[in-house]
């Protein structure tokens, strides 16, 4: 029962990809075994959780504008997560980046440049995840207020958790139970935090910013022969792309309050 409840947590509030679940619940699989062939009697209560794949209405969206304006007017009950939680969703719809790269980026990996800052994330899913991003002006003050204070970390006093010991993960716990509040009620399967980012990328797409810009700025492997081997994408100007992320008046000035 614990095995299926994992499971379920995993799919529902963590915000892992269903092909990351589908490799994390294989390898705790292959452990059993293990344990198991060095004589230990065990039942593989991993046997059995195997994902499929997602049926058809699935897929995560972009979040629509009222449900945007509904998260950034709301206000988490959770006096440790609530402030936290504001300063996140608001950066995750300025800059696309997913939880766990917010919420592990230390003090040191925020730069001043004459430009202004600028994000340097070191390490993620994948080797693309590597890569600087510029701050948007919108979120300069949330950055500033951050910096101020000792410890090392931009997002202060979050405790590890979860499969892979993420800073992020009661996070997302906590973004899960602020989006169900009935003052919020942005509660649909498919409707968390990393639903911020498919917004920030369908955002960029209206805007005309070029998929392989759109590329660097959120992680993604740039794979054309022209675009991925010739071209690293050194010379594009991402400070420009940043500063085209603009979801109207209503959304901007709620970024603000």
Partial sequence: MKAG?????????????????????SSLSNLWLWVESKGAKLENVWHGHRLGKKKRG?????LSDEKVIKLLNGRSRSK???PLLCDLTRLALLHGARLEEL?????????????????VIGEGKTEAAQREIPVHPTAAKIIERRLKGEDEWLFEGLTPGGPDEKRSWYVSKAFGRFRAQDDVKVDGRLEDFHALRNTFIELMEGLEVAESTVKLLVGHKRTSMTY???S???RVNLREAIKKVDYGVEIMGSMES
């Fill in 58 to 62: 699935t897929e995560r969206k972009g």
């Fill in 228 to 230: 991925g081997h010739y």
């Fill in 5 to 25: 409840q994992y499971v379920t947590e995993l799919l529902t509030v963590s915000g892992l990809a269903r092909r990351t679940i589908r490799r994390h619940l």
């Fill in 80 to 82: 440790l997560y609530g």
């Fill in 103 to 119: 919420c592990a980026l230390k003090k040191a990996d925020v730069t001043e440049r004459e430009d202004g800052y600028w994000f």
């Fill in 232 to 234: 690293k994408g050194q």
